[in-house]
């Protein structure tokens, strides 16, 4: 009686194959350059958080460096901290959180979908939208993590409005409504190949 157990051993590749499928490996050097800006995201956090701290216990030197690191202009001297700054750092501070969540999911779901599988199956601190990533999810959850991005900085231009031109507003009012149209035609193409693929 022959063996019809399926024959899970894989016939090793040919050289051209394999030395093409080994360039994956390639991009090994960009997430890790990822990790690295992940660091400098952080170290740019603590020193905001510190400054706005120090600001609120009255240091002049760190309520300075707040205003001139968030653009905030005024024709009245800023000598204490007020809602309008404590709101902008906050919003910038966010900022900095989404763009570290972004670079996460570039890193982790690009790693996993596109280099090599990290085997977190089980692992406790998997997280939860890596169980079911590929190419398109990544796509669409890229796409929405960046309109999160681009609203807080409409929302830090609207209540800086004073210091930004007609023109500036209108601009970042147009790539807001942009990214969204693209995030929308993006998901609704996701969709369809995925109902597609469902069909055959």
């Not at 051993?9 to 040919?14: A, D, E, H, I």
């Not at 991009?27 to 609120?56: C, R, S, T």
């Not at 199956?121 to 890229?142: C, F, I, M």
Request: charged residues 15%; negative net charge; hydrophobic residues 50%.
């Amino acid at each position: 009686m022959s063996d019809l157990r399926p024959n899970n051993k894989t016939s090793p590749l040919r050289p051209l194959p394999n030395l093409i499928f080994a360039s994956r490996w390639l991009q090994l050097p960009l997430y890790l350059g990822l990790i690295v800006a992940q660091a400098v995201y952080v170290v740019h956090f603590i020193v905001e958080l510190e400054h706005l701290v120090m600001a609120a216990f009255g240091s002049e030197t760190a309520l300075e460096a707040l205003v001139t690191s968030i653009g905030y202009k005024t024709t009245a001297p800023i000598t204490t901290l007020n809602e309008t700054v404590i709101m902008l750092v906050v919003l910038a501070l966010i900022d900095v959180v989404m763009i570290s969540n972004l670079l996460i999911m570039v890193i982790i779901g690009g790693y996993e979908t596109f280099v090599s599988r990290m085997n977190l199956e089980g692992h406790r601190d998997q997280p939860e939208w890596l169980s079911h990533v590929n190419a398109s999810v990544l796509k669409v959850k890229l796409a929405m993590s960046i309109i999160g991005i681009s609203s807080i900085h409409l929302l830090k231009t609207f209540i800086n409005a004073d210091n930004y031109t007609d023109r500036v507003l209108i601009a970042q009012t147009s790539i807001h409504i942009a990214f969204l149209l693209s995030a929308m035609a993006i998901a609704y193409t996701d969709k369809l190949m995925a109902s597609q693929y469902e069909a055959h």
